[in-house]
Structures are given as structure tokens and as C-alpha cells.
């Protein structure tokens, strides 16, 4: 009994030492790279988002062109902060911005895709000259805590609204005030403007220079 004993404790302490020994092993192996499905966007190509975004250029390459139904002007992209577009693609692709024509332009489109198209669409972002821009309406006294007094925007994640047309930006905010766009914080701020408010907002920001602007190379894939 005591022989068996023995040899019962000595293949426990056997079996323990082995676990140890696995456990320290996996915990000192490397990770696993990440596929390419997982990695992260490499630098912004313009150039190919050039050859991708022959589509776009239909209706943002089209100066003063406007969205069928409901009717107003398709936004103005040259001067935008690419990193704010890409997070406005991904929200027509994911279903937080309501527009069924974006959504079928944008849900085929990798990440790289996307990066590529907003580098292109977008050309050289504005640049702030940190100068207030006329008298601040009492409408848009938040808005330049993101949207900058002068339009441009603070951080590239915001969109500048510099130059860009008063109807699209009315658009804009009542699609945040109605549910159209999903985000919780501009929710909330459009959800206490009045229409007043809103138009005295797009008013504001459509007339401030340098501004905005359709990108100026409209093409085909048949030409340069």
C-alpha cells in the first residue's frame, strides 16, 4: 500500500511539473502575426484611390451637382481631413449614416480602399489660420469647439465645414437631429436646435474662406 502510495504521489508531482513547464512554455510564445484581413491600413495611396473612386467623381466631381431625392448638394470634399472621411465611408458601409447609394459604394470597399479614396478625394486639408471669422452667431457657439471659428476643423477626426454648401449642412444636422446619422453627441446638440437655428448655423459656415471645394479632376477610366 505504502509502494503504491508512493508511486501514485511521485506521478502527480510528475503530471504538475509537466502543466508547469506547458504553461510556461505558451506563455513565453510570440503571438501569431495578424492576417491580413486584421492588419492595419498601410500610408494612403492617392494614386490607387484615384483608379477606385472613378465612381465618387460622379457625383462629387460635379460642381454644384445635387442628390436627387430628398434634393440638396452633394458635399464638397477637396480640403477635408481624410481621417474625418474615412470615418464618415465606414459609417455609410456600417448602416450609421442612411443613404442607400453610399451604402452600395461603400460596402464592397476594404479598409485600405477607403483610406486610399479619402487621400485622393480630399487633396491638401485646409489649414487654419487661428483667426475668428466675423461675428459667431449664438447658434453655432458650440460648433467651433470641433468645427473651429474659422471652419476648420480642431482635430482630423471632425469635418471642416468651411465653404461647404448651406443646404448640405442643413441636411446634415437633421439627419443627426432625426435619427438619419448615428452619433450620440451630435444627437443631442441637434436635437435642441430649432430650424432657425440650423440655418443660421449653415449660413455661418457656407461663407468662410478658403473653403472647401469639388474636386477639380473630374475623369473617366478611359482618360488621364
Known amino acids: 500500500m505504502q509502494r503504491g502510495a508512493g508511486s501514485a504521489v511521485r506521478a502527480v508531482a510528475v503530471a504538475v511539473l509537466a502543466a508547469g513547464a506547458l504553461a510556461t512554455a505558451a506563455a513565453q510564445t ?7 484581413s486584421a492588419a492595419a491600413p498601410h500610408a494612403a495611396d492617392p494614386a490607387h484611390g484615384k483608379a477606385v473612386s472613378y465612381t465618387c467623381l460622379g457625383c462629387h466631381g460635379i460642381d454644384g451637382y445635387k442628390n436627387a431625392y430628398p434634393m440638396y448638394s452633394v ?19 456600417d448602416g450609421d449614416r442612411a443613404h442607400i447609394t453610399m451604402h452600395s459604394q461603400t460596402e464592397s470597399l476594404s479598409a485600405q480602399d477607403m483610406a486610399d479614396v479619402a487621400a485622393y478625394l480630399a487633396g491638401t486639408p485646409l489649414k487654419s489660420g487661428g483667426k475668428p471669422a466675423g461675428a459667431l452667431p449664438q447658434a453655432a457657439q458650440v460648433c467651433v469647439s470641433c468645427h473651429g471659428q474659422d471652419g476648420i476643423a480642431v482635430a482630423p477626426i471632425y469635418p ?6 448651406a443646404d448640405y ?3 446634415a444636422l437633421n439627419e443627426y437631429k ?9 444627437k443631442q446638440f441637434a436635437g435642441n436646435l430649432k430650424d432657425e437655428d440650423i440655418a443660421e448655423i449653415a ?9 472647401l471645394a469639388t474636386e477639380p479632376r473630374p475623369y473617366t477610366r478611359l482618360s488621364e
Open 30 to 36: 510570440p503571438p501569431a502575426p495578424a492576417t491580413d
Open 75 to 93: 458635399p464638397e470634399l477637396r480640403g477635408q481631413n481624410p481621417q474625418y472621411l474615412v470615418i464618415a465611408l465606414e459609417g455609410y458601409r
Open 160 to 165: 471642416s465645414l468651411a465653404g461647404q454648401h
Open 169 to 171: 449642412i442643413v441636411r
Open 178 to 186: 432625426h435619427g438619419g446619422r448615428k452619433n450620440l453627441v451630435m
Open 203 to 211: 449660413a455661418y459656415f457656407s461663407q468662410l474662406t478658403p473653403s
